[in-house]
């Protein structure tokens, strides 16, 4: 599929080319425009829409916020932006790129295709804006921040060799639970701290934060990484030949029908001849250290994720854990045990999210560090003491 913003001009294309050359990226010189553009949306949102707009929508909770808070607020307003556009144009790719679904295993890993390109390009212009925020107030949200802004623009970067650009749409799916914990934060801003709203939300936000990172994200590590290890087996063999110069592993990667002689219209003869479009720079394979880069990057992920996720559980096991809190029934109350299960099911799914919120905000981009927001951190204790001490224990 053509990357359905058309090329830049032919004067900036130019102009980018000897650098992303030098770079050895250059799908860059395609994309360069989208990157641009992306990053000043993305700040044009933190810098005016946001601080003009929130005021207007939210008049009883925006104006009452420290500075510090209102830097955090627009910054979470750039995060959901980011993340529904984004998730949404990647869906969409995924589903109408038949150039990108009809993909082999190495064109996978060497192929390109414009739309693809396109997700691409907007993951790094948000990244790019990201580890920008992540420099300037690195002493507000840690370094942990700072390290996951660079490791991000790094491996987004990568596709524009191109390398892997089949699996920008994929992985850009990691932020399918991103609007849900954004919404979570502004919830707790707007005092709609434990409303039904902020029930449904975090329901909503532990089953795609399970279903997106968890499985689809491990399954889609498990091909990729098979896809790579095939790509180096190529690699190797036409590495390893008699001759002194690399042998050409195109006429292994390409399906011959890339041609177009396939195709009945001129759209569909460009697209499918896009995909090797670039294959002069993937002749000679592609390098050990980018993939093990590759998977190095995908296996810290994979990581924060199951360990973020084992967090919430253990924040909900220790619930069960606790014993009763001594004079909890003095008063003679006896709840009825329906309500009992439905409050403590509430409160359960909310103390989780606040958890993910907490755990998942200190190395990634949400934004909750101790130093940044102390009254939402507080807030959120204050909320976990007193579910604590108030919630009954089932059966009880």
């Not at 920008?132 to 002493?139: A, L, Q, R």
């Not at 001759?243 to 001129?266: Q, S």
Request: proline share 5%; with cysteine; net charge neutral.
């Amino acid at each position: 599929m053509l990357d359905p913003l058309g090329p830049p001009p032919a004067w900036l294309r130019e102009i980018v080319k000897p650098y992303a050359l030098s770079l050895d990226s250059p799908t860059l010189t395609e994309h360069v425009h989208e990157i641009f553009l992306a990053f000043v949306f993305y700040q044009l949102i933190h810098s005016v829409l946001s601080p003009c707009l929130s005021p207007i929508l939210f008049p009883k909770s925006y104006p009452k916020l420290t500075a510090r808070t209102k830097l955090n607020w627009d910054i979470h307003v750039v995060s959901f932006v980011q993340s529904v556009v984004i998730n949404a144009l990647a869906l969409w790719v995924m589903f109408v790129d038949d150039e990108r679904n009809s993909m082999s295993p190495l064109e996978r890993v060497f192929g390109y295709t414009g739309a693809c390109g396109l997700i691409q390009a907007l993951a790094v212009g948000y990244f790019i804006y990201d580890l920008i925020v992540s420099t300037i107030y690195v002493k507000m949200f840690g370094i942990g921040t700072l390290f996951h802004a660079i490791s991000a623009l790094w491996v987004f970067s990568l596709g524009f060799k191109p390398f892997l650009n089949y699996y920008a749409s994929t992985f850009i799916l990691y932020e399918l639970s991103t609007p849900f914990l954004n919404i979570h934060w502004f919830l707790d801003k707007v005092n709609m701290t434990g409303s039904k709203a902020q029930w449904y939300n975090g329901m909503a936000l532990l089953f795609v934060f399970f279903s997106c990172r968890l499985i689809w994200g491990t399954w889609q590590s498990i091909v990729v990484y098979s896809d790579m290890w095939t790509a180096l087996q190529q690699t190797w063999k036409a590495s390893s030949g008699p001759l002194t110069e690399p042998v050409n592993i195109n006429a292994n990667v390409f399906l011959l029908t890339r041609d177009g002689n396939m195709c009945v219209d001129e759209t569909c003869a460009r697209a499918n001849a896009e995909v090797s479009r670039f294959k002069e720079y993937t002749s000679a394979g592609v390098p050990t250290w980018l993939v093990l880069t590759y998977v190095g990057s995908n296996l810290i992920l994979n990581f924060l994720n199951y360990f973020w996720f084992f967090k919430m559980v253990e924040t909900v096991l220790k619930r069960f854990r606790t014993p009763e809190a001594s004079g909890a029934k003095a008063d003679g109350a006896v709840d009825d045990k329906k309500s009992k299960s439905v409050k403590t099911e509430k409160d359960l799914i909310l103390e989780a999210a606040a958890e993910l919120e907490l755990a998942e905000g200190s190395p990634m981009r949400e934004y909750i560090a101790n130093d940044v927001d102390v009254g939402t951190n507080e807030e959120l204790r204050r909320r976990r003491v007193d579910l604590v001490s108030k919630v009954p224990l089932p059966g009880s």
